[in-house]
């Protein structure tokens, strides 16, 4: 069991140069390339997470959560990562920058969603997974939230959050064209059209 901080894995990846795949190997962590910041975002797999001193952190902090709710803790697992999912995608889609979101908020986005995960193994006495179906928390989730080690998950979430902002950038531009006087010329042509039907 490793006692480095989530924080301090982080900072070393960021340091070790730009061979990302044997930082890779060799800290347990995986990458995004932000190429619109041209940076790099390091986060942990979901079995490195389990190795740092933030993960028991955060499983005790959910199963605070957890303990507080009235339903089930399967229930109140995927209540949990249902509101937090969307909450993020509305943060994103209000931020000034995307890009810059994504990039603060990716990790602890992921790594709070594995918690709960956890959380819940621990307060329903199952295992941790480690392999096999994905656990019934997550039945509604729509990420696959364990596959290629978290990564699977890392990028779709990455995407979707990029996509918030743009989707609600695109909305607020039609929303701007359609309150926008109407000439009177074009509302001449469309009396005349109506005038010939």
């Known amino acids: 069991m490793s006692t480095a901080s989530l924080a301090d ?76 999912l969307e909450s993020l995608l509305d943060q994103a889609a209000r931020s000034g920058n995307a890009n810059v979101f994504v990039q603060e908020d990716l990790t602890r986005h992921l790594t709070r969603t594995w918690a709960v995960g956890d959380a819940v193994a621990k307060a329903t006495n199952k295992d941790l997974f480690t392999s096999g179906p994905t656990p019934a928390v997550f039945a509604g989730y729509p990420y696959d939230v364990y596959a290629q080690d978290g990564g699977v998950f890392a990028t779709a979430l990455w995407n979707d959050l990029i996509d918030a902002r743009r989707n609600r950038a695109l909305a607020e531009e039609a929303a701007r064209k359609a309150l926008k006087p109407v000439s009177r010329k074009a509302m001449k042509n469309a009396a005349r059209k109506a005038a010939r039907r």
């Open 9 to 84: 894995l982080l900072a070393q990846a960021d340091t070790d140069g730009h061979d990302h795949s044997a930082t890779e190997k060799a800290t347990g962590l995986l990458h995004v390339h932000n190429h619109a910041t041209g940076s790099i975002v390091w986060f942990p797999t979901w079995r490195k997470f389990r190795e740092t001193t933030d993960w028991s952190e955060a499983v005790a902090g959910i199963t605070a959560e957890l303990d507080a709710a009235s339903a089930p803790a399967d229930q109140a697992g995927a209540a949990i990562v249902a509101a937090d």
